[in-house]
């Protein structure tokens, strides 16, 4: 294991990994909002990175995109909610950008353990 490839490194990889695919997911929602027949896909995003934790994998090809059913459709078979996308879509800028502010403490840190505990 080298000095950049600790644990809460693949973790946080997995994370910014996550939720870039379900921006793309959220946009791809609002994008068809008046697509006849399209329905809602999304990612569990919790289990997704609970996995990434227990199984030590970082790869974000690897998440399992679902199509929601069940939810109320408008009558062109259509189930996207605006009000949702935008919801999911402000949830997930804010795990991205805490995500990216640990990851920025994270090589501080080692930056302070390679220079021996001086911030030069």
Do not use: C, K, W
């Not at 379900?22 to 929602?29: C, F, G, K, Y």
């Not at 027949?37 to 289990?47: E, L, P, S, V």
């Not at 399992?64 to 605006?82: A, F, K, M, W, Y």
């Amino acid at each position: 294991m080298s000095l950049v490839d600790t644990p809460m490194i693949h973790t946080l990889s997995r994370a910014l990994s996550l939720t870039s695919l379900r921006q793309r997911l959220v946009s791809e929602n609002i994008a068809n909002i008046d697509t006849p027949g399209y329905q809602t896909r999304d990612i569990d995003f919790a289990g997704e990175l609970r996995h990434a934790i227990d199984q030590g994998d970082s790869d974000g090809e690897t998440a399992t995109i679902h199509t929601l059913s069940g939810r109320e459709q408008r009558p062109d078979g259509n189930n996207v909610s605006i009000d949702r996308e935008s919801l999911l879509m402000a949830q997930n800028q804010l795990q991205f950008q805490t995500s990216v502010a640990v990851l920025r403490s994270e090589f501080s840190r080692l930056q302070l353990a390679i220079n021996g505990g001086s911030n030069s």
